[in-house]
């Protein structure tokens, strides 16, 4: 069975970074697809960033220039690098995987920016 694990979520003052991190661990033949989504109040979930197996990214484009999505696939991690953090950056952000044709959703860590 594949859990995700997800760390690094917490709170940061506007103009800050963050880093979040998802493993991946269990029986894991092939990972295609990781991404990275967020969910705030009130708002449904949304996508911020995704990596395919290839390295081709896509970001949302409110992120654009400020978040950096990366993989490790020997780790099958996926991280998240939030630089330039603003208050609408506010969410519980959670990461997805496509293991073997299925989809995984992580727990979710919450983000918070405010001062």
């Known amino acids: 069975q594949v859990q995700l694990a997800e760390s690094g979520g917490g709170l940061v003052q506007p103009g800050g970074s963050l880093r979040l991190s998802c493993a991946a661990s269990?029986?894991?033949?092939?990972?295609?697809?990781m991404g990275w989504y967020r969910q705030s109040p009130g708002k449904q979930r949304e996508l911020v960033a995704v990596?395919?197996?290839?390295?081709?990214?896509r970001y949302a484009e409110s992120v654009k220039g400020r978040f950096t999505i990366s993989r490790d696939n020997a780790k099958n991690t996926v991280s998240l690098q939030m630089n330039s953090l603003k208050p609408e950056d506010t969410a519980v952000y959670y990461c997805?995987?496509?293991?073997?044709?299925?989809?995984?959703w992580g727990q979710g860590t919450q983000v918070t920016v405010s001062s």
């Open positions: 990596i395919i197996g290839g390295g081709i990214t």
């Open positions: 997805k995987m496509v293991i073997d044709v299925r989809v995984y």
């Open positions: 269990g029986s894991i033949f092939s990972t295609n697809v």
